[in-house]
């Protein structure tokens, strides 16, 4: 079964950081593109980024409400994705998801994990 | 502010059929494929169509997807109860992916 877990998501200060980390099984990981999607409660889906596979070089892209402060990147041997945040705002409040996309489509996601930013 | 245009709501009754609209622009439904999402409440979103028109193994052709020009139209027949959620267009826009806002079906 495909399958997507994310963890590490927590209660963290404005200005701190957060790492999440995204586990995949039941398929070739490394030869998938992940993404990082995430929604604020009662709000819509806002993508965050992705991380392209070994053979297209690990290119990552970022949503401009990101860029400089979230970085995603992938352990293939672990079959892991991450999305490692800094300088973490309120308006990061939301459940962050991980979702795979092996062709163009996210085809399976994972359940999230919440993270909220508040003093 | 979304990228991609959809109406906050629509409503039908069981049996009934219903469409929800998703409008963008050249930049992004124009010359891209359009995937539709339905997220059930408490759930993650859930891969209804990709490519325009194609449905994933195990999603019944009660849900059709078509687009023209920039564009992009999600319909549902035979309405069950089981089908009230939020339900979201996307696609992608200079190699990013954008999202619409989300439209939520009621079934009455």
């Known amino acids: 079964e495909v399958q997507l877990v994310e963890s590490g998501g927590g209660l963290v200060q404005p200005g701190g950081s957060l790492k999440l980390s995204c586990a995949a099984s039941g398929f070739t990981f490394s030869g998938s593109a992940m993404h990082w999607v995430r929604q604020a409660s009662g709000k819509g889906l806002e993508w965050v980024g992705r991380?392209?596979?070994?053979?297209?070089?690990?290119?990552?892209a970022y949503a401009a409400s990101v860029k400089g402060r979230f970085t995603i990147s992938r352990d293939d041997s672990k079959n892991t994705a991450y999305l490692q945040m800094n300088s973490l705002k309120t308006e990061d409040t939301a459940v962050y998801y991980c979702?795979?996309?092996?062709?163009?489509?996210?085809?399976?996601w994972g359940k999230g994990t919440t993270v909220t930013v508040s003093s | 502010q979304s990228v991609l245009t959809q109406p906050p709501s629509v409503s039908a009754a069981p049996g009934q059929k219903v469409t929800i609209s998703c409008s963008g622009s050249s930049s992004n439904i124009g010359n891209n494929y359009v995937s539709w999402y339905q997220q059930l409440p408490g759930t993650a979103p859930k891969l209804l169509i990709y490519e325009n028109n194609k449905r994933p193994s195990g999603i019944p052709d009660r849900f059709s997807g078509s687009k023209s020009g920039t564009s992009a139209t999600l319909g549902i027949t035979g309405l069950q109860t089981g089908d009230e959620a939020d339900y979201y267009c996307g696609t992608w826009d200079s190699s990013l992916r954008v999202f619409g806002g989300g439209t939520k079906l009621t079934v009455l």
């Open positions: 979702t795979r996309s092996p062709g163009g489509d996210m085809d399976v």
């Open positions: 991380i392209r596979s070994k053979a297209n070089s690990y290119a990552t």
